[in-house]
């Protein structure tokens, strides 16, 4: 089997698991208990919130564990609003290619009085710092843009958004779930108040997450509960995955030079020998893209058909969507880039991880380009395009 899904979950590292073993069943005090063997598993906790800071450039009191990206999401959002509304400035700019966790938070925010201005991707995927500082009003309170995108790869110049909003004083969010461990991240230097990342997108454990607020930027608490996570966050804390998360990250970054510099070399020969295939498009810029994302449209090919006929081929990919099983819509991320439907109905995601190799890669071309042509000779579509009863939209 060749595993090339990994911004759908990746597997936990050796060290992350050994990292979270002795947290079960040998340090399984309770960090909130007050005697000896509770605080054993409180500064195991400490230790792993400054390890994690360190790793993010920003200082370990900003940083709140939570459940993972989903949550880390939905709680930047709703602390940002709670802010803003305050002050009364009820007006939000994102995109609209986020993650459902942002979008569907904004919808929510909708429903209580919040504007939001969902801001167009060009083709290339790439917001401009231009398109945001125009966007941002009077009564804005916040601007999220996700770092990297987990559909098509593209990394946003966030660094030169964060500093727009700082210029404009407005608090400025960025998902960062795909890109934290993968490309360099830091708080500080690239202008972020409120940041979200996901322990399961890098190695380590799933059901784990940070949420880092920037000092001075008040969190709203999605749990009630205890006083854990200085009343940010209720519950007490999942201390094995949150030592998982911090031995993954800690990898991670250690070894982000390295890894990114060999899957770039597995990423554009991916690219190459499947904009072979006739037909197709990259998604996403080629350049400005994380390090083990390949993202094409092919035409007159049904994206699911595609993933279960490669799944018999032992190949593990994606469509990229957020497809709900029964749901046809294509991809809200294709769609925001400009895609036809029926272009981005035939779509395939796959990401590489450290671990696959150059014979994966020249695998999966061929199993791809096998599947491709059998799915077109079936398709009466392909028929009309080939008779020339319907007009080719890619080249
Ligand atoms: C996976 C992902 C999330 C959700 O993270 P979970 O830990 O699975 O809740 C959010 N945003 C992006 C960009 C993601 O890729």
Partial sequence: MIYADNAATTKTSRTAIAAMLPYFNTVYGNPSSLYAFGQQAKEALEDARTRIAACLGCDAREITFTSGGSEADNQALLSAAAIGARKGKKHIVSTAFEHHAVLHTLRKLKTQG???TLLDVPENGLLSPRQVADAIRDDTCLVSVMYANNEIGTVQPIREIGAVCREKGVLFHTDAVQAVGHIPVDLRSDNI?????????????RGVGVLAARR???????????AQERGKRAGTENLPAIMGM?????????????????LRVLRDALIEGLSAVPHSILNGDPERRLPGNVHFCFEGVEGESLLLLLDDKGVCASSGSACTSGSLDPSHVLLAIGRPHEIAHGSLRLTLDAENTMEDVQQIIIAVREVVAYLRAMSPVWRDLM???QKFILE
């Fill in 246 to 262: 911090a031995a993954a990250l800690g990898e991670a970054v250690r070894d982000l030079d390295a890894n990114a510099r060999k």
């Fill in 387 to 389: 008779s020339g009863k």
């Fill in 114 to 116: 919040f504007d939001v």
């Fill in 216 to 226: 001075g930027v008040p969190l709203t608490s999605l749990i009630e509960g205890g």
């Fill in 193 to 205: 108040d409120l940041l979200s990342l996901s322990a399961h997108k890098f190695h380590g454990p």
